[in-house]
C-alpha cells in the first residue's frame, strides 16, 4: 500500500487528487447556486439552502464510500 504523504503537523496531507476533486466540487456547488439564484430565480437563501443541502448529501455518500472502503481493508 503506498504511503500517504504528511504535513509538517504529522496529519495526513490532501494529495493532488483531493484538492483537485474538492476544487471542482466546490466549484459544481457555487454555481448550482449561481444557477438556482439567477436563472431559475430562487430567493437568496433557498438556492444557499439547495447548495448546502447538496453538499451535505455530499458529504454524506462520501462518509458512507469511506466506511464501506474501510471495512473491507482497501
Known sequence: MAKR???RAGRP???ARAKIGSSVIAGG???WFL???VVLDR???DAAGESVGTAFLLG???SFAG???GSRGG
Open 60 to 62: 454524506v455518500v462520501a
Open 29 to 31: 456547488l457555487l454555481l
Open 43 to 45: 430567493a437568496l437563501l
Open 13 to 15: 496531507a490532501l494529495s
Open 67 to 69: 466506511a464501506l472502503r
Open 5 to 7: 504523504p504528511e504535513s
Open 35 to 37: 444557477f438556482a439564484w
